[in-house]
């Protein structure tokens, strides 16, 4: 039998009138662009990098935080975007017959790589969603830290989800739901304009909501950047306990000294590290089996599912008007049994994948609370290695840091009315030195 071409497999549908809507993705710039892009982000990632651990500069990486947002936000619209590109390297990985562009994979891996030497400079300011939300950080409330641990576990959620849509090509749920790419397109649909907005009315209060308790590819960045190389240190020299760091940060990502522990609150606290990890198996195996459970709705999100519940309904009646895809369908050679027999696989496949989520659910909680179980020894104001986006605000307030720079003689001009410093109170020259 010979093949059937695409034409007679897929007949072209009646578009007549059909009015063509203006195109929302970026143009394509020629062999160059790709190129020119990769070149862009790792110049941006050698900047940054510079900036926040050398030169020390917040008024250089705010600048590029606004450059980054004109370029890799509102020119090239949001894409390629390293939170994007996570979708299209787990489909690859899964998929062989998926060709993924190699300036895809760079934009994936650069920022990881970055991270792993320097902290998360890409957050800081080459990435144009961090750099929206940075800009608007003005009134930041602080948000309490069992409300902080317990949002940031939903990024991890997504990441899970979203890697797990992409591979068995349900959706790229990363960017369907990309809260500012309406913004970056001047145009968009009206739910993704509200969420977008929202984001950034919530942002004005509570810095960066989307990095701290969303971006996916953040979750990887906060992982990373616990191992990384060299990292942000808030005073150039000796902390003098100051707290102005503390206040300064936007984000909750500075940890206050500790004070010495009572032996009941040590016994305390080795009970609660025995209950997290005794607590963690029991987690996985629980969320295991809601994540099977869910195998029928997480297989509706499926084109195929979605299809084959489209064409039930039509054959039973149920549904009044068809819909293109469903039109589509029957005007190609398969049968609606064998779109049935898919749908039935697809949904035997959501009940693993789904318990997968699950048990990653239940590893990621089990794991926060091992984490937070166990104290760590601090004597000065130090940057949380992971939801530290190294922004640089905080050695911008730090006394210290303003007598390195010649800014202030003496560390007290700089401390506000009644606001004593509680650590080695040393007097520094300018450059930072002890005299
Ligand atoms: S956390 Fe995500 S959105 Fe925020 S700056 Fe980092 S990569 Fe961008
Ligand atoms: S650089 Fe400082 S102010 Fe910015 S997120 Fe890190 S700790 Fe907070």
Known sequence: MAAETPDLMFPVPEFSDHPIPTATIPEVQGEMGPVLDVAILFAALCLASYFTLVSRSRRNVLLLTIASLLWFGFWRQGCV??????????????DPTYVVPLAVVAFFILPLVFTLFFGRTFCASVCPLGAMQELIAVRSVAVPRWLDHSLGLVAYIYLGAALIFAATRTGFIICRYDPFIAFFRLGGNTDMLIF???ILMIGVFVGRPYCRYLCPYGAILRVLSCFSKWRLSIPPGT?????????????????????????GARRR?????GFALIASPFLVAGFWWLGTTLAVPLAQWHPESRLAEQMRLEELGIAETTTDASDAFRGSPRSVDELYQSALTR??????????????????????LIYLSVR?????YQADRAGCVSCGRCYWYCPVEKVRLGLISDVSEALPAGRTPTGPLVQLTAGGKKP
Do not use: M
Request: with cysteine.
């Open 196 to 198: 977008g907005s929202c």
């Open 239 to 263: 902390c003098i306990n100051c707290q102005l760091c503390e206040d300064a940060c936007p984000y909750g990502a500075i940890h206050p000294p500790t004070v010495a522990q009572t032996p």
């Open 81 to 94: 975007c390293p939170i994007g590109a996570t979708q299209n390297v787990a489909l690859a990985v899964f």
């Open 376 to 380: 760590r020894r601090r004597e000065d």
């Open 347 to 368: 949904r035997n496949d959501f009940v693993t994948l789904g318990g997968l989520l699950g048990a990653w659910t239940g590893l990621v909680i089990g794991f926060k």
């Open 269 to 273: 606290g080795k009970r609660q590290f």
